[in-house]
C-alpha cells in the first residue's frame, strides 16, 4: 500500500523532527511542497524539495509512489493544497500519516488583534482574490511567491497591511506596512484589513456593492422603485446606444455603452436577489456553465472542422439541453424571441423553416413571391387590406434578404443612417441660408436631397 508522510514544521523552527520521520525522510522518496523555499523547509528538510505542481502530484499518485509533503505549521489547517492532496490519496486508499506542528492560525489569532472582526481565510496555495467587505487572513508560508503576488491584482499596492514572520525572527511580533513592501518581505502571515468599497471602481464586485447599497433602505429613491418590468424600456434603450456606437466605431462611446447595458444586467439581477429568485453568482455560474457544455472541441474531446460544425454541434447540444430539462418545443418556432423587432423576426423566422426545406428554390422565386406581394398592396381597397398587404410584403422582403445573405435588420439600419445623414445635411443647408425646410418647395427639396447624396459620399460613390 502505498503511503503519504504529511508533514508540518514548527513555525518558529524551535521542534526538531522527531527520529521516525527524520529515517522515513531519509529515505530515496519524493519530497514536495508548495513553498519549498522558505527557510524552515530549507533548514529541515535541505534543498531537495521539489515544489508541489498539480501534474507533478497526480504523477506521483498514479504511480503509487511514497513521498510526503512539506508544510509549514499544520498540513490541513495551514496548507489547502496539502488538504486537498489528503481527499485524493485517502480516497484512492493510500495510508496517509499526518505529523503536524502548531498551527500558525493558533499563534495568529493569539497575536493579531483581530477580535470579532470579519475575515476571510485563505490557507496556503489556495488562489487569492479580494474578500468582499471582510479582511483577508492569508497563510502565506505555504504558498509559493507568485500567488503572493496576486494579492496586488486585488489590493492597491499603498493599502496598509499587517504581517507576521516567523522564520530568523527573535520574536514573533506584528509589522504593519504598506502592501507592496509587505510582499516583498515574503511574509509568513499577511492580514489585509478590508478594503473601501469605492477604493476599486474596476472591480466587478464593487459595481454589485453599489447597485444593493442604490436599492437599500436608505439608498436612492428611483432605483428603489424600479422592478423587472419598470426595467424593460431602459434595457432596451441601452442596447439600442451600444448598436449606434458600433454603428458609428466610437470606441469611447462603446465602453460607456456597454457599462450602461452592463448595469441593466445588475439591476434585474440585483431586484432578483432580494426577491429570493435568484443571484448575480447565479447568472455568471449559468453562462458559464453553458459556454463550456457547448464548447466540447474547446474544453472537452470532440473536433470540429469549421465554425459552420461548431454552430451546428451548438445547437445539438441546445436541443439535448431543451429535452433533459423537459423544455419541450411544439414547434419549431418557439425558440424565436418575440421582442424581437419585426423585420429580424421575420428573417430569423424564415431561416428556422428552410432547415426543414420551407423554402423558395430559388431566390428568383423569391423575388416573383415579392412582385406578387407588391401587386397585392397595389390593388389594396381598405385600410385593412393595406395593413394585411403591407405585413406580407416586408415579411417576403426579410427572406429575400435571406437569399441574399443580408441581414435584413442591419441593412435597414444602415438605411436610416444614411437617411440621417443626408437629411442633416439638407438642414444644414438650410439654416446657414437663412431659412427652414419647411418654406421649401418639393422641387427644391428634392434637388437638396441629391445634393446632400453627392456631399455625404466618399470619393467613391460610396455613401458615408
Known amino acids: ?20 520521520v527524520s529515517a522515513y525522510l531519509d529515505r530515496s522518496i519524493a519530497l514536495i511542497a508548495s513553498n519549498p523555499r522558505h527557510p524552515i523547509i530549507r533548514k529541515q528538510c535541505g534543498g531537495i524539495v521539489q515544489e508541489a505542481r498539480p501534474a507533478s502530484m497526480q504523477g506521483l499518485l498514479e504511480r503509487g509512489e511514497d513521498f510526503a509533503y512539506i508544510a509549514v505549521g499544520h498540513p490541513l489547517l495551514d496548507d489547502g493544497c496539502a488538504r486537498e492532496l489528503h481527499q485524493q490519496a485517502t480516497k484512492a486508499g ?21 477580535g470579532s472582526d470579519p475575515h476571510t481565510v485563505v490557507s496556503g496555495s489556495e488562489p487569492i482574490q479580494r474578500a468582499a467587505e471582510t479582511g483577508l487572513l492569508v497563510l502565506a508560508a505555504n504558498a509559493p511567491f507568485c500567488l503572493l503576488r496576486e494579492t496586488m491584482r486585488y489590493y492597491p499596492e499603498t493599502h496598509e497591511v499587517e504581517m507576521l514572520t516567523f522564520a530568523g525572527e527573535p520574536s514573533l511580533g506584528i509589522r504593519r506596512m504598506l502592501l507592496g513592501e ?8 499577511l492580514y489585509i484589513p478590508p478594503l473601501p468599497n469605492l477604493a476599486r471602481l474596476e472591480e466587478p464586485a464593487t459595481l454589485r456593492w453599489i447597485m444593493a447599497r442604490l436599492r437599500a433602505p436608505d439608498g436612492c429613491p428611483w432605483d428603489q422603485e424600479q422592478t423587472h418590468q419598470t426595467l424593460k424600456k431602459h434595457l432596451l434603450e441601452e442596447t439600442a446606444e451600444v448598436l449606434d456606437a458600433l454603428d ?24 432578483a436577489e432580494e426577491q429570493g429568485d435568484f443571484t448575480f453568482d447565479d447568472v455568471v455560474r449559468g453562462i458559464s456553465e453553458k459556454l463550456v457544455r457547448r464548447h466540447p472541441h474547446v474544453f472537452g474531446d470532440r473536433a470540429v472542422g469549421s465554425a459552420a460544425q461548431a454552430l451546428a454541434n451548438w445547437e445539438s447540444i441546445k436541443q439535448e439541453e431543451h429535452a433533459a430539462q423537459g423544455k419541450e418545443r411544439h414547434s419549431l ?17 424564415g431561416n428556422t423553416v428552410a432547415k426543414v426545406g420551407f423554402d423558395w428554390p430559388a431566390i428568383q422565386d423569391a423575388m416573383a413571391k415579392l412582385r406578387e406581394e407588391m401587386d397585392e398592396l397595389d390593388a389594396a381597397e381598405t385600410a385593412e387590406q393595406r395593413f394585411e398587404e403591407l405585413g406580407d410584403v416586408l415579411f417576403v422582403m426579410a427572406q429575400v434578404a435571406k437569399w441574399l445573405e443580408v441581414d435584413a435588420e442591419e441593412a435597414l439600419r444602415a438605411s436610416n443612417s444614411k437617411f440621417r445623414r443626408r437629411f442633416a445635411y439638407m438642414e444644414a443647408v438650410a439654416r446657414d441660408a437663412g431659412g427652414d425646410l419647411g418654406d421649401y418647395s418639393f422641387e427644391k427639396l428634392d434637388s437638396l436631397w441629391e445634393e446632400a447624396k453627392l456631399a455625404t459620399s466618399n470619393p467613391w460613390g460610396c455613401p458615408r
Not at 508540518?8 to 523532527?17: K, Y
Not at 496517509?96 to 497575536?111: C, D, H, K, M, R
Not at 457599462?259 to 441593466?264: I, P, R
Request: charge should be negative; avoid cysteine; charged fraction near 20%.
Open 182 to 189: 509587505a510582499i516583498a518581505y515574503r511574509p509568513d502571515v
Open 94 to 114: 493510500w495510508k496517509v500519516q499526518v505529523e503536524a506542528a502548531p498551527s500558525l492560525l493558533e499563534q495568529v489569532y493569539a497575536t493579531l488583534a483581530l
Open 1 to 20: 500500500m502505498p503511503r503519504l508522510l504529511q508533514l508540518g514544521l514548527d513555525p518558529g523552527g524551535a521542534s526538531p523532527l522527531s527520529e521516525a
Open 333 to 349: 418556432l418557439d425558440g424565436i424571441p418575440r421582442s424581437l423587432s419585426g423585420l429580424a423576426a421575420a428573417q430569423a423566422i
Open 248 to 271: 458609428d466605431a466610437d470606441m469611447d462611446a462603446l465602453r460607456e455603452e456597454l457599462g450602461d447595458l452592463l448595469l441593466q444586467v445588475y439591476f434585474q439581477a440585483q431586484i
